[in-house]
């Protein structure tokens, strides 16, 4: 069976984030290109850092996607020749951070300073009477607010250009 890349892109959606499991690793950006040679898909992705402890388990299981799918000539490659962004998640992404409790990146060229990140909206009430409690998440993507309006604490997903 023969796929088009917008369809390889639309059967790998249901891949999803390890640590996100409401964001798929298109709508996070990861899954930055596909070429097609006759039978043979190639899947490139971009990793969002560099030591992310995740890579392995994203390559199988985009992978398994596709063989489950009919194609068994198929090929995922890490690159780094453009750095992945947070610019790069998509409207859907960041409306499944959102609902799964995490802010959304602000956009990455507003970053360029900490204390942009001090009154990011509650992803709970949309309340702007937050802070930034710790600049450093459970994860290196994520920082850990507060929110005044519904007293509870809340994570961003960090702006990375």
């Not at 850990?144 to 960090?158: L, M, N, S």
């Amino acid at each position: 069976m023969k796929f088009s890349k917008a369809e390889i892109f639309t059967l790998l959606e249901d891949v999803k984030d390890p640590e996100i499991p409401v964001l798929s690793l298109v709508d996070l950006g990861v899954i930055t290109k596909v070429d097609i040679d006759g039978e043979a898909v190639h899947v490139e992705m971009t990793p969002t850092f560099v030591g992310c402890p995740a890579l392995d388990f994203m390559k199988n299981e985009v992978l398994e996607k596709l063989k489950e799918n009919g194609i068994t000539q198929a090929s995922v490659s890490i690159s780094f020749k453009e750095p992945w962004s947070s610019d790069k998640i998509s409207e859907k992404g960041k409306a499944a951070l959102k609902q799964f409790g995490l802010a959304p990146p602000m956009p990455a060229h507003l970053f360029t300073d900490i204390e942009v990140m001090e009154h990011v909206p509650c992803p709970r009430c949309e309340g702007t009477d937050t802070e930034l409690k710790n600049p450093f998440g459970p994860t290196l993507c994520r920082s850990i607010h507060y929110c005044h309006t519904c007293k509870e604490a809340f994570e961003q997903f960090k702006p990375v250009s």
